[in-house]
């Protein structure tokens, strides 16, 4: 399953938020809102980044909120929460605007996902300023979309 299958139109675009767990907390109902997790498994995705630190600010400005398959995903999805103003982890990536959250029922069913999502970090900086700067989750599907578009056909340095 590709990156924007996986997404199905789950965006939210924030100007600000009050933390980096409301931030995570978004990310994971939009999530748990299409049953792809359960309601506990959001809040698993906080304590995690709470008991092993900021390690899911992968990138600067990126962050991928997660929890293990085992805490309640039921079936692979992504959710992107676009935070304008940044939101700060505590990690030498911030600040963060773009939470992509990902859950999956198992350790293998990510894996197309998880090549998109490096084809696109590999250009981290084009990526969140394009994302920042939308103003409707049709206008970042539509980003998204041109940018993986561009990775896939090697020309994202054009």
């Not at 250009?123 to 970042?140: G, I, N, P, T």
Request: glycine share 8%; charged share 20%; net charge negative.
């Amino acid at each position: 399953m590709g990156f924007l299958e996986a997404l199905n139109g789950r965006i939210r675009i924030l100007k600000r938020t009050g933390s980096w767990q409301e931030a995570v907390r978004i990310s994971g109902e939009l999530l748990a809102a299409d049953g792809l997790v359960v309601p506990s498994y959001v809040e698993r995705m906080i304590r995690t980044c709470e008991e092993l630190g900021p390690y899911i600010a992968i990138a600067p400005g990126v962050a991928i909120p997660h929890a293990r398959p085992e805490d309640g995903a039921h079936a692979f999805g992504l959710s992107l929460v676009i935070v304008q103003e940044g939101v700060h982890f505590g990690s030498h990536n911030d600040p963060v605007y773009l939470l992509i959250a990902f859950a999956t029922p198992d350790r293998s069913a990510h894996i197309e996902f998880l090549r998109q999502l490096a084809e696109l970090l590999a250009h981290a900086d084009e990526l969140v300023q394009a994302l920042r700067q939308c103003e409707s989750a049709d206008q970042a599907h539509g980003h998204l979309k041109t940018l993986l578009e561009r990775t896939a056909a090697g020309r994202l340095s054009e």
